[in-house]
């Protein structure tokens, strides 16, 4: 008898851990799929041709439309403190891909800066 509570408890157990990895892996694919779409925006702001391109290829990279992102923003419009948590992964993904525009900026302008000295020294 206590070998068939144990058992159920740990099947129990593994099928909520299960449900919560999924739950976390779709919070990810929106989070992923807003924050990249938010900072495509940025940078292709003058150019909304290039935009639209970029934006749909990071939806077919997260085999995400934007009538899914919708649905998704929808089922948590009542529960703020989870759609808290949620935006939450959206800013911190932000926050990485700005950082990681800038880095790439930034070593693109020490070599242009480089490449510049190098000539005006010869």
């Known amino acids: 008898m206590i070998v068939l509570i144990a058992a159920a408890a740990a099947g129990y157990v593994f099928v909520e851990d299960k449900i919560e990895q999924n739950r976390m892996a779709e919070y990810r694919r929106f989070a992923g799929a807003v924050a990249e779409t938010s900072v495509a925006s940025e940078l292709y702001r003058n150019d909304h041709d290039s935009f639209m391109v ?62 510049v000295s190098d000539t005006l020294s010869q």
């Not at 939806?59 to 995400?64: G, P, S, W």
């Open 54 to 115: 970029v934006r749909d290829s990071i939806l077919n990279k997260y085999e995400m439309s934007l009538g899914d992102i919708e649905a998704f923003r929808l089922k948590f419009e009542n529960r703020q403190e989870k759609w808290a948590e949620i935006w939450q992964m959206v800013d911190s993904l932000t926050d990485s891909l700005v950082k990681a525009q800038y880095d790439r900026l930034a070593g693109d302008s020490v070599s242009t800066a480089d490449s």
